[in-house]
């Protein structure tokens, strides 16, 4: 039984700035998984930090946890137009991620936000959380045990109607979401080719969840559409942290070494998700038996 002195004390290292970015995320990732209030108090107080990527990571936490006490400070962050988009969308979705009719008028509010990602993000989450309103549930064998934005596609569908779905921009953006999510719950290489042709897509946030999905599945195939991304320094930084994270968590030697050239990169967002990365990388290559419960979405 974890104590409360044990959880302020974890809390502690997360809203330390004097501790490594890795020690403040294993922190972070320990109170997502113990829950409760007192893990979110300590959670939510990481908001007033300086780091994007914590926040961000803060944010999809919380949604994660699926614990209403959560949906007052979700609801702050996304209102806050001085924190930066990825943390505001990380918030949206993770109203979503909640997914109780509470959130709707929130979600409903900042759907038209000005900031397309956040307004995108709202959107999806609001679709989610009325599917799920409307008395339908999730059951789709998830092997990665994540809570995301949408559920997959309803009914067999093969690789090829899948695709088409997914890559369909006149489809809403949860449509092609639950396409992607059907594809990636195949694990085949014809369905990862298929979801990595997704980080060519006109939407950023379309492309952060794809760099996310494709760091779920863990499969080298997607390596070099994730280095193309990544190293693009004109693509959107939500979008090169999230394929940062993915490489971090495939972890093969050329993962290792395509990080450790952006580990010192200009964009401070994606230069702490490569040192966040190269740690996911010791771990995934090491006895150890895994990083933390859901740190590669980090991909959100």
């Given amino acids: 039984m ?61 949604g994660q946890m699926q614990d209403r006490k959560a949906i007052n400070v979700l609801t702050k962050v996304l209102a806050d137009t001085t924190q930066e988009p990825m943390v505001r969308h990380e918030a949206g979705e993770a109203l979503g991620a909640i997914g109780v009719p509470d959130v709707i008028p929130i979600l409903e509010q900042y759907k038209e936000d000005p ?8 959107s999806i989450a609001l679709d989610r959380v009325r599917w799920i309103q409307s008395g339908q549930q999730v059951d789709d ?28 921009p006149k489809k809403s953006l949860f449509e092609r979401y639950r396409a992607m ?32 999905v494709l760091g779920q599945i863990q499969e080298p195939c997607s390596i070099p559409y994730l280095k193309n991304n990544l190293e693009d320094q004109n693509e959107n930084e939500m979008v090169r942290h999230e394929c940062a994270e993915a490489l971090g968590a495939i972890a093969t030697e050329e993962c290792i070494a395509i990080l450790n050239r952006y580990a010192e990169d200009d964009q401070r967002v994606v230069k702490e998700s490569c040192e966040i990365a190269l740690d996911m990388c010791e771990y995934e290559n090491s006895p150890e038996f895994q990083y933390a419960d859901g740190l590669n979405k980090i991909c959100s």
Avoid: W
């Fill in 2 to 62: 974890v104590t409360q002195e044990q959880i302020k004390s974890i809390g502690a290292v997360l809203n330390s700035k004097d501790r490594p970015l890795k020690e403040r995320f294993r922190a972070l990732f320990t109170l997502k998984n113990l829950g409760g209030a007192e893990a979110i108090e300590e959670i939510s107080r990481g908001f007033a930090d300086d780091s994007a990527l914590l926040k961000h990571e803060l944010a999809y936490c919380l």
């Fill in 141 to 168: 064998n998830n092997p990665y045990a994540s809570v995301d934005p949408s559920p997959p596609a309803a009914g067999m569908k093969t690789v090829n109607e899948l695709k088409a779905i997914y890559l369909n």
């Fill in 181 to 212: 999510f059907s594809l990636r719950n195949l694990r085949t290489t014809e369905s990862v080719l298929a979801i990595a042709e997704g980080l060519k897509d006109s939407s950023a946030l379309f492309r952060h969840e794809v760099a996310f």
């Fill in 115 to 122: 900031i397309v990602e956040v307004a995108e993000t709202c």
